[in-house]
T-cell receptor, first 111, second 114 residues
Framework: DQQVKQNSPSLSVQEGRISILNCDYTNSMFDYFLWYKKYPAEGPTFLIS?????DKNEDGRFTVFLNKSAKHLSLHIVPSQPGDSAVYFC??????????FGAGTILRVKS | NAGVTQTPKFQVLKTGQSMTLQCAQDMNHEYMSWYRQDPGMGLRLIHY???????DQGEVPNGYNVSRSTTEDFPLRLLSAAPSQTSVYFCASRTPTGLATEAFFGQGTRLTVV
């Protein structure tokens, strides 16, 4: 029973274009959501987060959108760069509780 | 500024052997956890701890033990290794437990059980 789902195993985007990574969740108790980026042979690193009281959070080229009614969030990367090629994990949690991760999406940015 | 340190980075075990994966953090984080990463499965929580002396099970705890005698260390023990435990293991920490803070991850331990 996956509480956090990333239905696209991979995504390929041209350099300079927008990358959109999607994530769905089932647990309405989740209070905050995070995106992590992971390069091969490294641990995941935190990218951006959003609280359930917001619908958008922006940090440079990265924007996360949250649609609570649809239990859906997305990560937009604009413009995409070759260095963005990595695995992106969506995670969700309740305040003070453990994080639940999705299966990840492999992003390839072609130059 | 070490952050979260995991040792070893690589390990090969024979079926039935036991071993301990080490995890140490120097950020005084209360919350520590162990995940395993398998293809198509993402990061699945094995065990976690909200402070010294307190541990609890995650999604996939069978075959693993943990203890938390200090704030800094959170070792993961494989009691009798099985091929199904071949995976990449990540330790993570964050604080404080009451707020929505991000977790910091170690670089991982790649374990192969033959």
């Amino acid at each position: 029973d996956q509480q956090v789902k990333q239905n696209s195993p991979s995504l390929s985007v041209q350099e300079g274009r927008i990358s959109i990574l999607n994530c769905d969740y089932t647990n309405s108790m989740f209070d905050y959501f995070l995106w992590y980026k992971k390069y091969p042979a490294e641990g995941p690193t935190f990218l951006i987060s959003i609280s359930s009281i917001k619908d958008k959070n922006e940090d440079g080229r990265f924007t996360v959108f949250l649609n609570k009614s649809a239990k859906h969030l997305s990560l937009h990367i604009v413009p995409s760069q070759p260095g963005d090629s990595a695995v992106y994990f969506c995670a969700a949690g309740e305040y003070g509780n453990k994080l639940v991760f999705g299966a990840g999406t492999i992003l390839r940015v072609k130059s | 500024n070490a952050g979260v340190t995991q040792t070893p980075k690589f390990q090969v075990l024979k079926t039935g052997q036991s071993m301990t994966l080490q995890c140490a953090q120097d950020m005084n984080h209360e919350y520590m956890s162990w995940y395993r990463q398998d293809p198509g499965m993402g990061l699945r929580l094995i065990h976690y701890s909200v402070g010294a002396g307190i541990t609890d099970q995650g999604e996939v705890p069978n075959g693993y033990n943990v203890s938390r005698s200090t704030t800094e260390d959170f070792p993961l023990r494989l009691l009798s290794a099985a091929p199904s435990q071949t995976s990449v293991y990540f330790c993570a920490s964050r604080t404080p437990t009451g707020l929505a803070t991000e977790a910091f991850f170690g670089q991982g331990t790649r374990l192969t059980v033959v």
